[in-house]
């Protein structure tokens, strides 16, 4: 076995106006992790939550808060958001080239574990510092849609970056987020993937559950054959 399975139901996705009973269900049903998804209108245009809902929801689940920051800024928010109890913080790669080690550091020092993540078209050695440095990421986040919106298309393209990380770092957390379901999971388990966030293809299923329990099979029965 490889790294881990997890499964982490994209909480933008859900009723806001009752996030923490969903995140209950979520949990309930066999999920991992919680994905939640903050942005600031500028790095992409939608507008989401920021530390104030992830401080509310805090106080009503122990669950790890797998906090994707799709901001021009990700070092603004590195306080407010441990402070609020986020429990990983993953910035992208485009807004901090030049100070990714001291958001490492910081995010390290208020108990957050970062992660990195990058667009579609953004190339895959851009990550490969910041995993290999003295003060590395621990999870690489390979988006397969744009960001932004919630309901998109996978972009199978994407997967061979989710190859030469895999190849690269075996013991890499690797998160994919964007059109993740029952019908694209395998591609993405069998490139490599082992962190599957799923937004759509979960709250809109009838039976929540057992589209976790699948997501989760095909990760773990792609390891098994590679």
């Known amino acids: 076995m490889g790294v881990a399975a997890k499964i ?22 066999g999920a ?4 939640m998804d903050i942005m600031d209108g500028h790095f992409v245009p939608n507008l989401t939550i920021g530390a104030p809902v992830i401080e509310s ?18 070092l603004d928010y590195v306080d407010p958001m441990g402070k609020a109890g986020a429990s990983g913080f993953t910035f992208h790669v485009e807004v901090s080239k030049e100070n990714w080690q001291e958001l490492v550091q910081k995010i390290k020092a208020k108990g957050m574990r970062p992660g990195v993540a990058l ?9 490969y510092p910041l995993v ?10 390979v988006m397969t849609v744009e960001p932004g919106f919630g309901g998109q ?18 013991s890499l957390d690797i998160e994919v987020d964007g059109g993740l379901g029952p019908s694209t999971v395998d591609v993405a388990a069998s490139a490599g993937a082992n962190c599957i966030v799923a937004g759509s293809s979960v709250f809109g299923a ?12 095909s990760v773990q029965g792609a390891q098994q054959n590679n």
């Open 57 to 74: 929801l805090r106080k009503h689940t122990t669950a790890y808060l797998d906090c994707h920051l799709m901001v021009t800024n990700p």
């Open 119 to 127: 667009k579609p078209g953004t190339p895959i050695e851009e990550v």
């Open 32 to 35: 991992d992790w919680l994905h």
């Open 153 to 170: 298309k996978f972009m199978p393209e994407t997967m061979e970056k989710v190859r030469v990380l895999r190849k690269k770092y075996p």
């Open 8 to 29: 982490a139901p994209s909480m933008l996705s859900s009723d806001f106006a009752n996030l923490a009973s969903e995140a209950k269900r979520m949990l309930s049903l």
């Open 206 to 217: 009838s039976e929540p559950g057992q589209v976790i329990s699948l997501l989760r099979k």
């Open 132 to 141: 290999e440095g003295e003060h590395p990421v621990e999870m690489v986040l």
